[in-house]
């Protein structure tokens, strides 16, 4: 197998894993990027520390949250303070959200190649880096969105002013009972699209279409030299893409499994001789091995 890659050959304690991520771009005939939040955190968006507690000191005070994750999906009391909260995590997560170097660093380092990047991140990391929509799946919804709490209809809306208006008129973690949006078809209170456990997500016209080109580029580049990289997934929703990526590159021998993470999650021994894991900081990575493909 390490035949068909030359860095995968020379990886072996000789580079360091910026000039690797470069070297294996550089070969594939495509690349399959799947990105998860430790992508964002590498940039400083975490779901924890400041950011959260500076937020949301008075939901942090009343039911003992740990991080913006968990709360984001907690039962409140009432749909007023359900979008007290969410209209908060919106702002601060998707409207305002500053671009993200690594982001950025990526985008360069994609540009030109044969590429497409599937996400379980719900914010707008890709939105506003500026990168080509077409090539990106949300896989897990977007926090910018909108969907009917009860799905009885597969739509989604949005409304940005509204959002900043319940954040501007909230008091005592409650937001105007007028601003809670409701479903046009059913009444039901609307809800962010994000993807639940138990009841799974609306999944509109855009979703499918993008779901379409991911599994067409997918189908296009069978049995090709496949970089299937792995961004700062961990092991939550192993589902969308640290599982499949792993079934995919088993089922092609040309194929590599690349995953960046500080963790080292187990790899199955199938894919192992085809698995290269850089556990250095992954914003670190990326700006050199996109500065190493700037001067080649």
């Given amino acids: 197998m390490t035949n068909y890659w030359k860095t995968f050959e020379a990886e072996q304690g000789t ?10 771009l550089d070969e594939a005939d495509a690349i399959v990027v799947g990105i998860g939040a430790g992508m964002s955190a590498a940039d400083g968006f975490k779901y924890i520390g400041s950011r959260f507690t500076d937020a949301f000191p008075d939901f942090i005070e009343k039911y003992g949250l740990l991080d913006m994750l968990q709360a984001s999906l907690f039962d409140f009391e009432s749909v007023e303070e359900y979008w007290a909260f969410q209209s908060r995590f ?14 950025l660093d990526l985008k360069d380092m994609l540009e030109g190649r044969n590429y497409h990047i599937i996400t379980t991140n719900a914010d707008n990391a890709f939105d506003v880096a500026d ?14 969105l909108w969907q009917c709490s009860k799905h009885c209809h597969q739509q989604t809306y949005r409304d940005d002013s509204v959002i ?12 105007p009972s007028e601003l809670v949006p409701h479903c046009p078809e059913c009444g039901a209170p609307f809800e962010i699209n994000k993807r639940n456990e138990e009841k799974g997500m609306v999944e509109d016209g855009d979703f499918h279409a993008q779901k379409d080109r991911y599994e067409a580029f997918l189908k296009e580049n069978e049995g090709k030299k496949v970089v299937f990289l792995e961004i700062g997934v961990g092991h939550t929703t192993p589902q969308f893409i640290k599982h499949p990526f792993q079934e995919m590159t088993e089922a092609n021998e040309k194929a ?11 790899i199955p021994k199938e894919i192992r001789p085809q698995t290269v894991h850089l556990a250095h900081d992954i914003a670190n990575t990326i700006h050199k091995a996109k500065d190493l493909d700037a001067v080649k």
Wanted: glycine share 8%.
């Fill in 256 to 266: 590599l499994f690349v995953t960046m993470n500080e963790k080292n999650y187990r």
């Fill in 164 to 175: 900043r208006e319940m954040v501007e008129q909230q008091a005592n973690m409650k937001v």
């Fill in 90 to 103: 919106v702002v601060l997560n998707y409207l305002d959200q500053p671009v993200g170097q690594s982001y």
């Fill in 15 to 24: 580079l360091e894993d910026g000039q690797v991520l470069q070297g294996l």
């Fill in 131 to 144: 990168y080509d929509s077409d090539h990106v799946f949300h896989i897990q919804g977007e926090y910018g």
